[in-house]
């Protein structure tokens, strides 16, 4: 009884002493920008003849030190927020293995048709050559709003992914205005969209006020707004004013003129809507 009093205490003081290993902390990017994921599909023509998908050749990783610089005739842009927290940012340019398809096609990715002379891009996978990837989206011009509106429509990061939320979203858009240089285009409204997002947060938004669609009346591409445009952090060049030209001087006095007749005040314009994204493309 004794000897065995004994080695109970003596293991219960080797247990003691030996170190405690705790769990490894969670990464904070995990809960700001979604935890990084595999890319749901890789198209056929963007890895090369071993196997490896190709980088856009236009890709820029954005800092603070070294912004991003984008404008409207490159758009639209795609982004993805990569493992380490930085944002990515690659035109959506025409890729060298691709197909122009003259007739169109029909595309099993989002079951949809599509048009005469469409082009295979770069997608989001070409940012990080098919690494893991948070939650990412794209950067559109609006004509209507002169503006750059940030959705989260990425059919490989954000889409098929259980924990790509709003407030990952207002995080992404966030840091995209603080390390993205968009000259003198300010940045417009920030767009969740329900076909990218997981279907428990779907379900409630469907409840929520502030549901919209691109077309009312169809239903088209449900989505909320996150947040409202801004002016851009970074400071575009100076413009020079034009030079005034002087007022031609008058020798004499002028008849005055007969009165016009009043102007019929023009019927305001109605703001057109920008929409959430430009078509259903999961690129």
Do not use: C
């Amino acid at each position: 009884m004794k000897s065995k009093m004994h080695y109970t205490v003596g293991s219960l003081l080797v247990a003691l002493a030996l170190p405690t290993f705790s769990a490894s902390p969670a990464d904070p990017l995990d809960a700001k920008y979604g935890l990084p994921s595999q890319p749901a599909y890789i198209k056929h023509y963007e890895a090369d003849k071993s196997g490896k998908v190709m980088l856009n050749p236009y890709l820029q990783v954005a800092s603070k030190d070294f912004p991003a610089l984008i404008n409207p005739k490159s758009a639209p842009y795609n982004w993805v927020i990569d493992v380490d927290g930085n944002v990515v940012i690659i035109p959506e340019a025409a890729h060298p293995y691709g197909r122009v398809y003259a007739k169109g096609f029909f595309r099993p990715e989002d079951q949809s048709e599509r048009k005469p002379g469409t082009r295979e891009n770069f997608g989001h996978v070409s940012a990080l050559a098919g690494a893991p990837g948070r939650i990412s989206g794209e950067i559109l011009y609006d004509e209507g709003t002169k503006s750059f509106i940030v959705n989260n429509k990425s059919g490989r990061y954000s889409k098929h992914n259980s924990d790509r939320t709003p407030e990952q979203l207002v995080a992404a858009a966030t840091l995209i205005r603080e390390v993205v240089d968009p000259g003198t285009t300010p940045w417009g409204a920030v767009a969740y969209l329900f076909a990218y997002a997981p279907e428990n947060v779907v379900t409630e938004l469907m409840k929520s006020p502030k549901l919209q669609y691109d077309d009312p009346k169809k239903k088209a591409r449900p989505h909320i707004l996150v947040m409202e445009g801004a002016a851009s952090s970074f400071k575009p060049e100076a413009v020079a004013p034009a030079a005034a030209t002087p007022a031609a001087k008058i020798e004499k006095p002028l008849a005055a003129p007969a009165p016009a007749a009043a102007p019929v005040p023009d019927k305001p314009a109605k703001a057109k809507k920008p929409k959430a994204a430009h078509n259903d493309d999961p690129s």
